[in-house]
């Protein structure tokens, strides 16, 4: 064969091949750490949790845009089984969709059509919920490899088959004699999963870990607050946070879990972590009342192959009010004072905007998004928060300070978007105050209970409805456009309810947000205008995504109430979401033409009438005590529910001993969530809860709230 010819017959085989690939199904989740770097470029997918490593959670997509906008309608709908909170972005790699749900299922679907290709149930035992403090939620799970890889509520770490949805591998992340659980996404970098946890209301010590991807085997572990002092510390660095922390802390767990935020910086090659609260908040029962308490509340920069310390900025020191800084961080390259400045932008729980260097952690601004009325600035020179001395409720003589904002944050884990074109962050903003009551009583060996020091008790709303609409109306939700140089609002937009959706922006120049209220909208990312919207009958927590496939643009949203405020915010998020409460992933196209059934019967509040009144005012007040500290993060402040888990008021269980020992002693409900409390409460505290929760029975809720 001449060689001219030979090169002819090469050049055709691999034309053949070239050709063959390209119509060939491209291999199921085939994410290398290349493609990852580059999730930008690959403007059809959503790759990773905030859809590139920068965490940005923008899209390059403009086909759905104000000019077509008029013909957006929803493409598909998958109904999910559990009524509980549903927080998870989807994942979209060429066409296919994964997703998880409530108790850490994960489900594949084709993301044109939404029809399923595989289902995963990990099994998570009901009985792990009493762990959570914030409801049975996952916010999402990553593909990397052909492998889809999901943290479960019980602290295992599981790698599924990206084609069929069966473990390859799973391997246990936590030590399960402390409460710890996994709600957060996993993310990959560098061939290595890296997982944190929660627990920090119950009293746990917070920490991340990387896994090999391949294998499973644990690589190295980031501890975020030092352990027992009488112990080896683990490294240096926890030496030198030991000395900022007072007391006997680790007996609480200290806390500092890394529950949700992540982003990797591939040119610095940083880590970057978001750390929580303190476990428990109250910083006079965990550190004595002193120290910064490092790294409480902090941005933490680590080196993603050792797990390496390298920078900090604490954006609470020495936190006593649940101020986390788990927030969304973003990743941007912004122009200030005529420097293009290597930025990561947190809008944490404490109120304020951070711009931080990202290569050294040093504060550029901060400024309050939110009102606030615990700190009067930050110091540009410290980077500390400038303090109002009441703020720290266990030195006041009543132990007590109504702070803006509360533990939901002037902004929770919803994830905020920012759009490089217009230069604006938009963060789902809550605008509200809680009453911190210092809990003095609280001891580090109570189990299966909120263990923050804090009384909930206090939170319940009062009876006379001027001084409860006074309250109600002090607390709304609101899309917020934050300018992150000027460090000040371009726009807003008011929800009424607090617990709105994560946030998308596009180059189509819109921003997606669902709500509280149960609809999905499009606003003009420049002006905040309302260009479109569908209703969604139930309340939108999730944020939403967008993918192409074969030239159609969608926008996908999980759908479905829950997590902390759902569950435990009762009385203020009463009549602000739809019932029922109904699961579900949509999707959204540009001449969609699929429809959702006609909205469900409306349930209304059941009214059979309680049983009668037990008990003398010292064993109400008990039973008040000990319902804040084991009941009402899950069925509600002061004995209401919002409506995702049961009324208690209304059960006819408390007019019946037998069947509430049989539930909340014995367990019997254990499997769907309900913990058993026999070998935590005693008879009386137990009797004492069900005197207590029979008296609120008795205090009628305004009409118009339920
Ligand atoms: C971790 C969350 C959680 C905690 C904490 C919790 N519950 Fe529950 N509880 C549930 C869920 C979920 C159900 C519904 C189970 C089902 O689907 O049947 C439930 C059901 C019940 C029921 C049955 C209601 C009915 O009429 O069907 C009673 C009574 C009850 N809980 C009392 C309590 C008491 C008292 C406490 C505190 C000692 C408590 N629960 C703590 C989640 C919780």
Known sequence: MKLSKAIGALACALYFLAAVGIRAQPAPANVSGDRLVHA???KNNWLTHGRTYGEERFSPLDQINPASLDRLNLAWHADLETERGQEATPIVVDGVMYVSTAWSKVFALDAATGKQRWAYDPQVPGEWAVHACCDVVNRGVAVYDGKVFIGTLDGRLIALDS??????????????????????????VKGKVLIGNGGAEMGVR????????????????????????????????????AKTWSGQWWKFGGGGTVWDSMAYDSELDLLYIGVGNGSPWNQKIRSDGKGDNLFLSSIVALRPDTGEYVWHYQTTPGESWDFTATQHMILADLQIDGQTRKVLMQAPKNGFFYV???????????????????????????GRPIEEPQARFANNPNGLFVSMPGPTGGHNWQPMSFSPRLGLVYIPVVVSGFPYA?????????????????????????????????????SFGELLAWDPIRQKAAWSVRHPGIWNGGVLSTAGNLVFQGTQ???????????GTKLWSRPTQSAVMAPPITYAIDGEQ???????????????????????????????????????????????????????SPPPKMGDEKMISMGNDAYHLYCGMCHGVGAVSGGVTPDLRHSKMIGDLDAFNAVVREGVLSSRGMAAFGTVLTDSQTEAIRAYIIDRAYHPIPEDEN
């Open 40 to 42: 930008d470029d690959d």
């Open 163 to 188: 084609s069929t949805g069966t473990p390859v591998w799973e391997t246990l992340t936590i030590d399960r004699s402390y409460p710890y659980t996994i709600t957060g996404a996993p993310r990959v």
């Open 206 to 241: 917070g920490y991340i870990t990387a896994y090999d991807a391949a294998t499973g085997k644990q690589v190295w572990r980031f501890y975020t607050v030092p352990g027992d002092p009488s112990k080896p510390f683990e490294n240096p660095i926890m030496e030198i946070a």
């Open 356 to 382: 931080l260097d990202r290569k050294n952690g040093k504060l550029i601004s901060a400024e309050n998004y939110v009102p606030i009325n615990w700190a009067t600035g930050v110091d540009k020179q410290t």
């Open 438 to 474: 210092a809990d003095a009583s609280m001891t580090a060996d109570r189990s299966q209970a909120f263990n923050a020091g804090v009384q909930f008790g206090a939170a319940v709303l009062p009876t006379d409805k001027k001084a409860r609409d006074a309250v109600k109306s002090s």
């Open 517 to 527: 209220s149960g609809e999905i909208a499009a606003y003009d990312a420049a002006a």
């Open 554 to 608: 969608y926008i996908a949203v999980l759908v479905g109430f829950g997590g902390a405020i759902g569950l435990t915010a009762g009385e203020m998020s009463l009549g602000t979401f739809p019932k029922p409460n109904k699961p579900r992933l949509l999707a959204f196209k540009i001449g969609g033409n699929d429809k959702l059934s006609p909205d469900a019967v409306v349930m209304t509040a059941p009214s059979n």
